[in-house]
């Protein structure tokens, strides 16, 4: 637990964590294709230190903007133990429009395709640019919140 609290200090979310509150406390395992249809199962990463999953939708401009501070905290958290992979959360996304948006990123965290949103409402995402931090020892959840611009030191 204390190494996932420092990657919430990393992303200096002022959100405290009893704020979690109103939200599920734990993840279930689900599976999911990538925008190359590459299959992603959570329990699959159950040896890492901690989940970082980011929801994100094509033209969203908060992910947009906030790409730069994403690959940073991956560049140094990833060597810790922690993974990091993104969910589409708007239906009205395609494939193709994942494809396109991943590749105008430029950056190599896998964009999940939730087509029936079962996911997304799973995980209470109603929003894109916001992020569920996951411990895999317990499958809890230690953060869930927005991901502005300004909270990734950008």
Same mark, same amino acid.
């Given at each position: 637990?204390?190494?996932?609290? @420092?990657?919430?200090?990393?992303?200096?979310?002022?959100?405290?964590?009893?704020?979690? $509150?109103?939200?599920?406390?734990?993840?279930?395992?689900?599976?999911?294709?990538?925008?190359?249809?590459?299959?992603?199962?959570?329990?699959?990463?159950?040896?890492?230190? &901690?989940?970082?999953?980011?929801?994100?939708?094509?033209?969203?401009?908060?992910?947009?903007?906030?790409?730069?501070?994403?690959? $940073?905290?991956?560049?140094?958290?990833?060597?810790?133990?922690?993974?990091?992979?993104? @969910?589409?959360?708007?239906?009205?996304?395609?494939?193709?429009?994942?494809?396109?948006?991943?590749?105008?990123?430029?950056?190599?965290?896998?964009?999940?395709?939730?087509?029936?949103?079962?996911?997304?409402?799973?995980?209470?995402?109603?929003?894109?640019?916001?992020?569920?931090?996951?411990?895999?020892?317990?499958?809890?959840?230690?953060?869930?919140?927005? @991901?502005?611009?300004?909270?990734?030191? &950008?």
């Amino acid at each position: 637990m204390k190494r996932t609290m @420092i990657l919430i200090l990393s992303f200096n979310f002022l959100v405290p964590l009893h704020a979690l $509150a109103n939200k599920i406390s734990t993840a279930d395992n689900f599976a999911l294709l990538d925008q190359d249809g590459r299959f992603h199962e959570l329990y699959y990463y159950s040896d890492k230190k &901690a989940i970082v999953l980011i929801s994100q939708g094509a033209n969203c401009p908060v992910i947009s903007k906030s790409i730069s501070s994403l690959r $940073a905290l991956k560049t140094q958290f990833v060597p810790r133990g922690v993974v990091f992979l993104m @969910i589409n959360t708007n239906p009205k996304d395609n494939r193709e429009s994942i494809q396109k948006q991943w590749r105008e990123y430029g950056l190599d965290i896998p964009i999940l395709e939730d087509k029936s949103q079962l996911i997304t409402e799973a995980l209470k995402m109603a929003h894109t640019a916001e992020a569920v931090i996951i411990n895999p020892a317990d499958w809890s959840i230690v953060y869930q919140g927005g @991901i502005q611009q300004e909270d990734l030191g &950008a």
